[in-house]
């Protein structure tokens, strides 16, 4: 049996007679860059998300950048995130020439502890960047306390968890902005590259729209340094049709977990993920067991060579990335994440994965671990 890491394909099937008249209409009307496809699907998302307003981009980093912009967020300041994340949150924060200050994540949700927080906040510190990793909403409720006691603003990254709630609201509308992505594997996914930033603050909102767009304040007259960070027609066209798909897909991601935690229940070497006490707060984006790091290389190879595909994210902490070498971290420096990186492999997780590849996957881990 063959069972992909993740099959695009299957979902562009199953939506293709309702996407190719989304895609004929910007077509003809030539609405490539920006105009109705892009503004609906901004209400829609917007409205899904329960924030007043959102801006579509080019992509999620974009996303990232255009938002610390918005919140005045430059050079000199610095930038608490997690080093176990997707590298585009550090990227945003060093393009705006900002400084990302790297803490450690809980060992149970991954995401950044908020516990360790307030030890790393310095005069300097702007502003808060945590990430929604593998679809699971991050503790918000204790950072959305310490940005207020330390006045810094609150950005989600929400690149891996569109529609994930934290009570009854979603993520990406609870801080003062919200970053997605919608590279299509994510669980929103556009047929290219796409990305949105959700906010309730008008300012912030109107100064993206400016930004993503030459930072026009009229035709022709550029009030600050702007970007060409525009969403395409088409983008927007596909995103409002799979958008009313994505609660359903969500439900289905979330069977596949829970059907993965019964199946590998009490295997020996094996850590699963732990399931959020509101079920809601987990998207799955991706399922990520923990097997012991020597042996990671090797479970990889054999459940490939049956036909399994399977990930590592990530391998390498974004604080001993070459590319942040000048930041002088250490191995030994976040041993949560360090610990976490080394053990980690992402199973195959997709709304489409048939019960028997979800079964068979998990024989064979069982086997192999
Ligand atoms: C995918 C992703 C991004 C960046 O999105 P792109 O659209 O690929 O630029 C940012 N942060 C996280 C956590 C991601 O997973």
């Known amino acids: 049996m063959q069972v992909p890491f993740l099959d695009l394909k299957a979902q562009t099937r199953a939506l293709w007679p309702e996407l190719l008249p989304a895609i004929e209409r910007i077509a003809q009307d030539a609405a490539f860059v920006l105009g109705p496809g892009v503004s609906n ?28 912009l918005a919140h005045d967020v430059g050079p000199g300041d610095e930038v608490i995130t997690t080093p176990h994340t997707w590298i585009s949150t550090s990227w945003a924060i060093s393009y705006v020439g900002a400084k990302p200050v790297f803490v450690d994540v809980d060992p149970h949700s991954y995401t950044l502890d908020p516990a360790r927080i307030e030890r790393a906040i310095t005069p300097r510190t702007k502003a808060l960047l945590p990430v929604h990793l593998y679809g699971r909403a991050a503790e918000l409720d204790p950072m959305v ?4 006691r330390h006045n810094l603003v609150l950005i989600e990254d929400a690149a891996q968890a569109h529609g994930a709630k934290l009570g009854d609201r979603r993520v990406g509308s609870i801080g003062d902005s919200g970053c997605f992505s919608f590279y299509p594997g994510k669980n929103l996914g556009a047929m290219g590259e796409a990305g949105a930033v959700v906010t309730n603050d008008e300012k912030v909102a109107a100064r993206i729209r400016q930004l993503r767009d030459h930072a026009q304040a009229g035709r022709h007259h550029h009030v600050e340094i702007g970007y060409n960070a525009r969403m395409e027609g088409l983008q927007g066209a596909v995103l409002s049709v799979k958008l009313k798909h994505l609660d359903a897909w969500t439900a289905s991601r979330r069977k596949h977990a829970n059907h993965y935690h019964e199946l590998l229940a009490g295997a020996k070497n094996l850590v699963l993920p732990q399931r959020p006490a509101q079920a ?5 984006h ?21 036909g399994i595909g399977t990930g590592v994210h990530y391998p390498t902490p974004v604080s001993l990335q070459p590319a942040y070498a000048y930041l002088g971290h250490k191995p030994g420096d976040f041993p949560v994440a360090e610990d976490v990186m080394r053990r980690c492999l992402s199973l195959p997780m997709f709304a489409e994965l048939s019960d028997e590849q979800l079964e068979y996957t998990a024989a064979a881990l069982r086997e192999c671990v």
Request: charged share 20%; proline share 2%.
């Open 41 to 68: 699907f901004e209400q829609d998302f917007a409205a899904y998300c329960g924030a007043k307003h959102c801006v579509g981009v080019n992509n999620g980093t974009t996303a990232l950048q255009m938002a610390l």
């Open 145 to 148: 306390d310490i940005a207020k």
């Open 280 to 284: 809601e707060s987990h998207v799955w």
């Open 286 to 306: 991706l399922f990520v067991v923990l097997v012991p790091a020597e042996a990671r290389d090797g479970i990889q190879k054999k459940l490939s060579e049956r």
